[in-house]
């Protein structure tokens, strides 16, 4: 038997727009055509976009989906590809009329098999038990004498199924159509994944991913193609489109390995999946530019950093924003950080604002604003100007607001949390450094200037809301109130476990009780990428109203 | 046979308050041993408080869950109640270790029988499979020689399932222990429901129900029994503590009919709704106080008199900031709503700061903030001022937009906008009128005096913020939004379907895409309590990135 030449595209789909996703599946079809491609495999919900919540639930966005399916393969047909297989996700309605999570197989100009996801997650961030009924039959395609097996992300994650099933339908390749969101270090689990399932069904896997943001969610890419024995044979880059190309040997051929992409560093991940969150998020949604302020701290020179890269310096609206408080080296930092980015530099003092209301409100017992609420106010103010300029000019107003933060509480509701993107929303203070750093480094192997001044990375951290303010004089330091996080937020363990794992008593009941109480403050905080195992939104659903704390036990 | 008394305990537990919630149980506990009941039943996860969302997943949560109802078990015995049966939700695990929403059946101080829920309601507000694993198995007990079948909730909602396999386990009475949250009109749904399940299983229907307010729920109580006929034998209240005795009859007896309270107006009941979820998620967390602006306008008219009904008025800040477009029957309405409150009144007036910033501010091409940036900063300055009072002093800051302005995105994010709860989030803006009307009408009929300015209910509603404004210069007439926004949020209805009852083209795609395109904003928004069938916030999930716009299906 002949080799079969197979196309994994890993492209960029945005929800709800049918045709623009229409087009992208042909673009990439017809590239697959001229590269000599038998077959060509596109990601789960291709169609669509990915995930799409309850829109699934709208018959009017079920018919546009079938009516875009329909048009690819006459679009296919017309244009001289009938006959090659395309395999696409899109969203299906099963014989009761439910929406189903399905893959279409698409042969000269017709659907020619429909296939429906089995297992359907609903945990972490996944609702699909909401919006899908699973499907219960396996999927078998044959192309050039080769028998494919078909399934959806979730079911290789899950034993049995229709993986398992496999195996006596004796499939000489196992498609695996994905919506895979990123998290730090998923790529080797999914290798490892795909790897015992090629060993389980006997036959390679060839795993195509989407890539790009959306909403909350960042979706890397990293489509691959494993063989029988479970060793890489072939992948493509992260954030980035793809045609990977991968030939199913001939009889009595040795299968060919194909271009390797060498995997990122975490850093690299984690600030790509950073990059592509923000821009997908400011594009996709209609925008082109981005406000901030720049305190010159190292959180608002990350973002800055991240939406330079993710948009273009000329399109970073910087705005210093200096009090009373503000030190010279801050406002230095912010100036050069600008000026290292191309960005849009403005700088708009606060204190006529802050005083004008220190001068006029008074509370309860003739009292005058100072302490936690004077704090406030000047994150508050600064936020109503940097919100007038977006207003004004258009641009989306960032939080720059880390996870060690918003954990904590450590931050001004309607101040400094204001926003509708948090680049930083899923970093840790601790990696937020880390990432500073790699990016200058980063840029220095490049031969480029790094953009983040050194004394932002340097500096003991401070709010800059009263004088000689430093985050440790509020927070443990933030290499133990990373630590107990990570322990407490992304690995979900309680007290005991963390007092067991040696943390002093009181700080782990400190930074328990920040956190819990924290919970409204987040309920109102925008989305930004998830990058970790466990980030704070739908990933992690708790009440706010509770007076359950782990403390009661002992 | 004798007869057998039945207690349901209608109660108001706080999630992850397991002292409390105990002490709850034990005192209802005392009370129907002192009225001789038998057998007593407590609504679904009353230990826990419901619903405890990802809380489930901690082990330590689980086992406290577990010590609570063994020490109620023990309590009971000591306290000489080992002879009665009592019937309570609580948090369990299954053998595999999984979370289950689980009734535990105590007698003679210990945990006789539990019984897992089958059917786990993972849509709406609910996500009961991503944190539960479903029972499988039927649970019936015997008190004073009658067979008594326990189910939970869900379980009869959905054919089969344990409630038909209670027909051949010929029981006497079929207990059902809820958290069932409130929608207008859904007491009738669940009175029908029961009458079809006790036609069904030929056996009385004990239906328990929780009340109170969790964040963006409120539970409603009114238990009920029908008899095995379907008819209505005894009700609770709304909104209140209860413990509800039923006999269930002696061989030959008839069915005794019990106490039956009239149900509510819709509107008595949806403002009781709002009234109960805004005192709970204030004293739940602690706090006692609320602070929000009085424009002398119908919103933040009724969300006072909510407050004031929930907290009374002296724990209520009401403070006028009025701007330069003020007009002076809005301050004095504002005035004499306070007044008539009992409310702690304020004038702050915003033109020193609005001129301010106005002033200092400039934009691209030296532009000054004009136009709805104007309007924008002004609406932010009173959140500034209403949130530094509610920093110093203590007083949550309620947010008093209503559905249709939060669907329309006719509100200011940062501005008006600011709280940490709504109560009129879930109300549009007729409906707003109703119950100003209504709290006004109930007033004068008990003799009291209406606390609403009539001329806030009669004047056109204007936001303000520019000379002459009135919402219907952005904004539908609001009987027409308001139908629209009925058929397309709450009916989840599609575009075809609106135009073919006969709306308007051009306001039809106007109000679809003001509501498509608020989606990012609803994010930020507090929560408030859901009194219809579909709220913005969990019951109605939808991506922000979307490109998805009814209006592309032609």
């Known amino acids: 038997m002949p080799s079969l030449r197979l196309a994994l595209a890993q492209v960029n789909p945005c929800v709800g727009d049918f045709p623009g996703n229409a087009r992208i599946v042909l673009e990439h079809c017809r590239a697959a055509h001229a590269a000599g491609a038998d077959v060509v495999a596109f990601p789960e919900m291709v169609i669509a976009g990915y995930p799409i919540e309850d829109l699934a639930l709208r018959k009017s966005f079920q018919r546009a989906a079938e009516r875009a399916v329909q048009e690819v393969a006459s679009s296919l047909a017309a244009d001289g590809m009938g006959d090659m297989t395309v395999i696409l996700g899109t969203l299906g309605v099963a014989g009761d009329g439910r929406p189903v999570n399905q893959a279409a197989v698409i042969e000269a100009g017709e659907v020619v098999a429909r296939y429906t996801k089995h297992h359907l997650p609903n945990y972490g961030v996944f609702d699909e038990r909401r919006i899908f009924a699973p499907g219960d039959e396996t999927c078998v395609v044959e192309a050039r004498g080769r028998r494919l097996g078909i399934v959806i992300c979730e079911d290789i994650w899950q ?28 790529g080797h689990i999914r290798h490892e994944l795909a790897a015992r399932r090629a060993r389980e069904v ?49 009889d009595h051929e040795a299968p060919s390995p194909s271009a390797i992409f060498p ?43 991240i939406a330079a890269d993710a948009l273009g310096g000329e399109n970073v609206v910087g705005v210093s924003l200096p009090s009373r408080y503000s030190s010279d080296h801050s406002k230095d930092d912010a100036a050069v950080l600008a000026a290292n980015l191309g960005a849009d530099y403005r700088v708009i003092a606060i204190e006529p604002f802050v005083s004008a209301f220190e001068a006029t409100l008074t509370f309860d017992k003739g009292r005058r604003l100072d302490g936690v609420p004077a704090e406030n106010l000047q994150a508050r103010v600064r936020a109503i100007i940097l919100m007038a300029i977006s207003n004004s000019e258009g641009p989306l107003l960032l939080a720059t607001g ?49 953009p983040i001044p050194p004394s932002s990375i340097e500096k003991p951290p401070s709010a800059e809301l009263r004088p000689n303010q430093v985050d440790q004089d509020s927070l443990p330091p933030y290499d133990l109130l990373d630590e107990v996080l990570d322990s407490y937020v992304e690995h979900a363990e309680g007290r005991a476990e963390l007092l067991a794992r040696g943390f002093d008593e009181a700080v782990v009941d400190r930074v328990l009780s920040l956190t819990d109480r924290a919970e409204w403050k987040r309920r109102q905080y925008p989305p930004g990428p998830k990058v970790t195992a466990l980030a704070f939104g739908r990933d992690r659903r708790l009440p706010i109203t509770s007076r359950w704390r782990e403390k009661v036990e002992l």
């Open 263 to 305: 995997p990122l560093s975490t850093d690299a991940e984690v600030y790509g999946a950073c990059v592509t969150g923000l821009r997908d998020y400011v594009r996709k949604n209609g925008m082109s530019k981005v406000v901030l302020g720049l305190s010159g701290g190292i959180d608002s020179a990350l973002a800055a950093t």
């Open 159 to 186: 034993d049995g199924g229709p993986v398992s099933r496999m195996v006596a339908a004796d499939v000489q390749v196992l498609v695996v159509i994905n919506g895979s969101p990123f998290e730090e270090g998923k």
């Open 402 to 450: 880390n996870k060690s933060e918003l954990a904590t509480g450590y931050t001004t509701i309607y101040g400094d949390a204001a926003g509708g993107f948090a680049p930083l929303k899923d970093l840790d203070k601790t990696r937020v450094w880390d990432l500073a750093r790699w990016r200058n480094a980063d840029a220095a192997s490049r031969g480029k200037t790094p």
């Open 202 to 250: 006997s036959a390679p896997v060839a795993y195509v991913n989407l890539w790009g943001g959306q909403d909350d969610l960042v979706f890397d890419g990293q489509s691959f193609v494993v063989g029988a024995d479970g060793a890489l044979l072939a992948s493509a880059p992260a954030f980035a489109d793809a045609l990977l190309l991968w030939d199913v040997p001939g």
